[in-house]
């Protein structure tokens, strides 16, 4: 499933780019269903910073999900490397249920606008699951699109809401 979001953030390109990169720790205070983002990994060369981020949800595991899904697990892994020279981001997140069924990968682009910063996030979000242990495949099919809906709730709506904090985060550090 490809999915692609634009967003306007009032203030400079080189500050939205650089809060994206070095400072979502700060952020995630701003985003009501994180919990936390730690930076596990960072590491730079050739103009490039990688990341390797955990995201961790504040969220509770729906009852219909419980046998499978354990708290801890809803969190996931953001693997992103940064090219400041193209205001280009490419990240590849992992999740930590469901894991080798699930790839979300894309591109986050900053672009300078007269309103301040277009943020433009481009990506593809693949699902495939033939077979869960326990679970009969009668019931799997007709569990395959909560269980995608609950993991695409839990992805997709943070990347776009993230622009919305970065800009309110900016506006309380006071940069214009």
């Known amino acids: ?30 985003l009501d269903d994180i919990k936390a983002v730690n930076v596990l990994a960072r590491g730079e060369e050739d103009g490039l910073v990688t990341l390797h981020n955990e995201w961790i ?17 809803l969190a996931w892994d953001d693997h992103a490397t940064w090219d400041a020279s193209a205001f280009r981001c490419q990240f590849d997140i992992r999740t930590r249920v469901f894991t080798e069924h699930v790839r979300c990968t894309g591109t986050d682009q900053f672009v300078e606008v007269p309103q301040g910063t277009k943020v433009v996030l481009e990506g593809d979000f693949t699902l495939t699951l033939d077979s869960l242990p326990g679970v009969p495949s009668f019931l799997l099919k007709r569990m395959l699109p909560q269980i995608e809906q609950f993991i695409v709730g839990l992805i997709q709506p943070n990347l776009e809401k993230t622009n919305g904090a970065i800009g309110r985060f900016l506006d309380d550090q006071g940069r214009a």
């Open 57 to 73: 949800a504040a969220r509770d595991v729906p009852p219909a999900f419980k046998a499978f899904i354990k708290p801890e697990q």
């Open 1 to 30: 499933m490809k999915f692609r979001s634009e967003s306007v953030i009032a203030h400079p390109r080189d500050a939205v780019f650089e809060t994206y990169r070095d400072r979502l720790s700060e952020v995630a205070a701003y």
